[in-house]
């Protein structure tokens, strides 16, 4: 945590060397202020990282929140590619996870509900009759405590939230390290490490909304999606799973060859109309704790290209279907109905009460861990 009294503006050079000095475009750098305060008067922090190549993160310890990420497009021009807010109020206020860090269990358990050890917990129901992203104060709503990690080299920040045994239903204290790294290939790289002192089930993710376009008022409907996956997990009406896996051939979920989001996104078809669009975890073709490429992202306007990888099993492409202006974000504009998509790295939904999905548990003597990397280019 920054205090205050630093003034809370300092920079790291990360890149010091003369061979280093000749390449680079931008030095790499990390900077930190004081972004605003929460209504009980403690003080939210931005973190800025920049690479080499000038893109640039925005990363705020409430929520652990990518507030803002600018990159290039094919011609060099930089422009903010995921949905967020102004002001602190907006992340406080706000329901749609922009950007944040979701958890304990990212995604829905049905009715909230999951045995663990031959004992029952109920979790806080927030989705209907389900629970979603960790309930009504999720990792997304407490502050985090940031520490800048100079010494990887690259910019780097590492923030921890440590849950109480409880909260929202789960049992066990928790403590979690996300550590966000801008690398010099141009990713976004995520590293969690979770630790638990009783069992309990951890699934967080990553819960940014990108629209590559960098105009939100554009829809994400012409960007073209490709996810390395032969199977969704189909869900019911309350988009639980129903423990099967469906195949993509012949449907509107195959994304195996790059396809425009919008192409089948109004096809009839029952999967999509529960989701009221996109809002399906893929199986991912992964080998287990292997980080591998999981979606290939493209704005054909700009563009701007997106490669998604990961060590996890699934993948939730949600197509922005609750967004309806409601949201006034960034330099007053509101976010309407898909202007932004979310593409989360998880295991699958539910996966306590499905055993055949595997196993979420989290044991005192393990460390849970994921990798997930956003990598930018342009074609
Ligand atoms: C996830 C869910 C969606 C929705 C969004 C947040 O992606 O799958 O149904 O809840 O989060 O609005």
């Not at 940031?146 to 920040?157: E, F, M, N, V």
């Not at 699934?203 to 960007?223: A, C, E, M, R, W």
């Amino acid at each position: 945590m920054i205090r205050s009294s630093l003034v809370c503006l300092f920079t790291l050079f990360l890149c010091s060397t003369e061979a280093c000095q000749i390449n680079r475009k931008v030095q790499p750098s990390m900077t930190a202020t004081v972004f605003g305060k929460l209504s009980d008067g403690r003080e939210v922090h931005e973190y800025t990282l920049t690479n080499r190549a000038g893109i640039t993160a925005k990363i705020i310890d409430y929520g652990a929140t990518v507030r803002s990420l600018l990159v290039p497009d094919r011609n060099g021009k930089m422009a903010d590619v995921v949905l967020g807010y102004d002001s602190v109020q907006g992340y406080a206020d706000g329901t749609a996870y922009f950007g944040a860090i979701v958890g304990r269990y990212g995604n829905r358990i049905g009715k909230g509900k999951f045995q663990l050890d031959g004992k029952e917990y109920q979790l806080t129901i927030n989705d209907g009759e389900n629970h979603l992203h960790g309930g009504k104060i999720g990792f997304n709503k407490v502050l985090w405590a940031g520490k800048i990690l100079s010494d990887s080299g690259k910019p780097s920040l590492q923030l921890q939230y440590v849950s109480p045994d409880g909260e929202e239903g789960y049992p066990g204290t928790v403590t979690l390290k996300v550590t966000y790294t801008l690398t010099d290939n141009n990713e976004l790289r995520i590293d969690y490490e979770g630790t638990t002192d009783k069992p309990t089930i951890l699934n967080p993710t990553q819960h940014s909304y990108f629209n590559l376009s960098g105009v939100f008022t554009n829809k994400i409907l012409d960007h073209q999606l490709m996810i390395e996956a032969d199977g969704i997990t189909p869900v019911d009406k309350g988009l639980i799973p129903t423990g099967q896996i469906l195949s993509v051939a012949n449907t509107p979920m195959d994304f195996r060859t790059h396809t425009a989001i919008g192409a089948r996104i109004n096809d009839p078809n029952e999967q999509l109309a529960f989701g009221k669009g996109y809002d399906h975890n893929w199986v991912l073709r992964n080998k287990a704790g292997q980080v591998g490429k999981a979606a290939e992202l493209y704005e054909p306007g700009s563009g701007r290209l997106m490669i998604v990888s990961t060590d996890q099993p699934g993948l939730q492409f949600y197509s922005g279907n609750f967004l309806d202006g409601s949201a006034k974000g960034k330099n007053g504009v509101a976010y309407q109905h898909r202007t932004g998509l979310c593409l989360e790295t998880q295991a699958f939904p539910d996966t306590p009460n499905k055993p055949q999905f595997g196993s979420i548990t989290l044991r005192p003597e393990q460390v849970y861990r994921q990798t997930t990397i956003y990598q930018f280019s342009t074609r």
